[in-house]
């Protein structure tokens, strides 16, 4: 049976990838991704057919993917992250209903809350949420309504895609929904370039963070009232010590 595999990479770095995605890759004789993506990896899975498609063109590239499966050749579609979160596992099982002779194998890896968490230290210690601003393929006010509901239920909050050149001020609209609920003093942090050149962490408050300059490299965390910088790391406690 013909065989793909749907691999997240992690943040960027190799050091980050997952033993099984390694394995994966190394087994494929035919990746397909985004060129960014490809571009990643491609020094460390030399002797690879690459076949790359640009932003936007996620459903040619799907389809891709199974046309190389079916010529026989075993084939991986790669994502940043993990190929279930905002990643392309969903849309390979849907278009995969058109190829019931290729299997499909979701690797899994490691999303930007979570390596992004790392470098900032602990903020995701609790119940969190979370929430892409990009609104190219989910309403504003659906958006906006998960915000609420995030800062009502007093969520911790990883915020991908929280700027672009049509979406400057999305963040600082974020900020203001969630301080509906949340006190403006409640701290925050950002990582800019998770696992790649140029990584770096800031902690601030909520207030601070609605007149911070972000772009689409920059994942964004909202802690809950309990959240508090501990040796210049954001933490959220999961209580432990009141146990």
Known sequence: MAKIYVVGLGPGAYDDMT???VNALNACDTIVGYSVYVDLIKDHFTGKNYLTTSMKKEVDRCRLCFEEAEKGHTTAMICSGDAGVYGMAGLMYEIGEEHPDVELEIIPGVTAALSGGAVLGA??????AVISLSDLLTAWETIEARLKAAADGDLCVAIYNPSSKKRHDYLQKACDILMT???PETICGLVRNIGREGEAFEVMTLGELRNTE??????????????KVVRGHMVTPRGYRDV
């Open 19 to 21: 033993i099984r995605a």
């Open 123 to 128: 903020p995701l210690g609790h119940d969190f």
């Open 181 to 183: 609920g949340k006190k």
């Open 214 to 227: 972000v772009d689409m490299f920059t994942t964004v965390f909202v802690g809950n009232q309990a959240t």
